[in-house]
């Protein structure tokens, strides 16, 4: 995975995140958007994150993916 320091990714535009309203989930590239999917599933679990949420990184990192 592309190593994504703190200053490259507050540089990030929000359309690169899976939530872009808190900017959470950055799927700039098709490894971080495998990680964002994992990452997610883990957050439903813990319940950290919405099942709804949860989707929205799903469908966001499917297109990164090109899986949709």
Do not use: C, W, Y
Request: aromatic share 2%; proline share 4%; glycine share 2%.
């Amino acid at each position: 995975m592309a190593k994504l320091t703190t200053k490259d990714r507050k540089e990030l535009p929000k359309k690169d995140f899976a939530l872009p309203e808190d900017k959470r989930f950055p799927i700039d590239d098709k490894a971080h958007a495998r990680n964002a999917k994992a990452r997610s599933a883990q957050s439903v679990k813990a319940g950290n994150l919405s099942k709804a949420d949860k989707k929205k990184v799903d469908a966001k990192a499917d297109k990164v993916l090109g899986k949709s």
